[in-house]
């Protein structure tokens, strides 16, 4: 318990550090919101298209969808609040040496590695995103009451699955010295995230289910909020995502044993 005091505490000051940031550049803000209202914008005009010709996709209604992307917008928002600013400069902890520094604090440095920076103004994202799902839930067939608090559950399940996701296309930063190609493979995977994964075929659904669950981040928890999963679905999830759990830790072991500080 204490030690969870301790790591709570230091998020805490963590978060009051980079809101003070945030508040001094306040342009950034207004930019940062623009843009990003701008993307969701585009992800919703698509299927407004698509939808202006079909009556249905792959079994999907209009307002299914566009409940789905409400639940995606949150997740992918939350991600980018929380941890997103920190893989972006995840290449400076080993190029620049600046990993030397976390590894001498007392406590994990993974910890801080991943969690030292924030992305504030993506706030106002998770905010517009539950707005979207709220008011596309009643015609989309979700029950809504209590089952709300079962969105906060899958949430949570689309930030881990990001989180794990995103580290996985990281850590390869220790062998390769800078890693932007595989990040940049990362976002061209990341565009099957923005779709239900009923709309692909079978081989590509498979890919996003399994090897790469980008479908974990907001197609299986709109999904599952819609019309449930299956048993088998709940046990894929768990082994999934507790594989990345372990590869990760694996990998970061071994990333931690290669790595040459920069003074040596």
């Not at 585009?42 to 969808?65: C, D, H, K």
């Not at 594989?243 to 931690?256: D, E, I, P, V």
Request: charged fraction near 15%; proline fraction near 4%; aromatic fraction near 20%.
């Amino acid at each position: 318990m204490r030690s969870l005091r301790y790591f709570l505490d230091i998020y805490r000051v963590q978060i009051k550090n980079n809101w003070v940031r945030e508040a001094v550049y306040r342009s950034n803000f207004l930019t940062s919101v623009t843009v990003d209202m701008i993307w969701m914008v585009v992800e919703m005009s698509l299927f407004t298209i698509i939808y202006a010709n079909v009556p249905t996709l792959a079994g999907w209604t209009r307002p299914q969808v566009y409940f789905f992307l409400g639940i995606f917008f949150t997740s992918d928002a939350l991600f980018t609040t929380f941890f997103q600013r920190n893989f972006w400069t995840f290449s400076d902890l080993v190029n620049k040496g600046d990993l030397d520094i976390l590894l001498t604090k007392p406590v994990h440095p993974l910890f801080l590695a991943l969690t030292r920076w924030m992305n504030i103004t993506s706030c106002f994202n998770i905010i517009l995103g539950i707005s979207i799902a709220i008011h596309f839930a009643p015609t989309a067939g979700f029950e809504g009451g209590i089952r709300w608090f079962l969105a906060f559950f899958w949430l949570g399940i689309g930030l881990i699955s990001a989180l794990l996701i995103r580290f996985a296309f990281s850590i390869w930063v220790f062998w390769t010295e800078r890693s932007w190609a595989i990040s940049k493979l990362y976002y061209q995977f990341f565009s099957f995230a923005s779709k239900p994964d009923v709309i692909y075929p079978p081989w590509i659904r498979y890919l996003i289910l399994t090897i790469i669950p980008f479908a974990f981040i907001g197609s299986i928890p709109a999904r599952a909020l819609l019309y449930g999963l299956k048993l088998w679905e709940y046990r894929l999830i768990a082994i999934v995502l507790f594989s990345f759990l372990l590869l990760n830790t694996f990998l970061w072991k071994k990333a931690l044993n290669r790595y040459q500080s920069a003074s040596s």
